[in-house]
Nanobody
Framework: QVRLVESGGGSVQAGGSLRLSCEVS?????QGWFRQAPGKEREGVAT????????VYADSVKGRFTISQDNGKNTLYLQMNSLKPEDTATYYC????????????????RGQGTQVTVSS
């Protein structure tokens, strides 16, 4: 079992930045972030390989978001820059996938979510 706890969400104006953090009780090989806006399907945002540090991003956030992790602190991060109103969503960190993936259902564990609201 893996427990994940997100923090760092909030409200920001368009063009601003936020950094999300996720404390993970046990680091797994593949970890990531996904989001869900009201009335929309869940969307994979970014994923990272613990062993290689390889990353994959959704096209919608490429060049603006950065996923990273501090294995010594069992913490996963998502740095979000140049935020847009369409980034407004509840953001979840996830762990326990069998391979790198932006498909949320491929992760066995997820946190409770943190709200990000971007105003225009």
């Amino acid at each position: 079992q893996v427990r994940l706890v997100e923090s760092g969400g909030g409200s920001v104006q368009a063009g601003g930045s936020l950094r999300l953090s996720c404390e993970v009780s046990r680091v797994t090989e593949y970890q990531g972030w996904f989001r869900q806006a009201p009335g929309k399907e869940r969307e994979g945002v970014a994923t990272i390989s613990t062993s290689s540090s390889a990353t994959v991003y959704a096209d919608s956030v490429k060049g603006r978001f950065t996923i990273s992790q501090d294995n010594g602190k069992n913490t996963l991060y998502l740095q979000m820059n140049s935020l847009k109103p369409e980034d407004t969503a509840t953001y979840y960190c996830a762990a326990g996938a069998s391979r790198m993936s932006l498909v949320p259902d491929r992760y066995n564990y997820r946190g409770q979510g943190t709200q990000v609201t971007v105003s225009s």
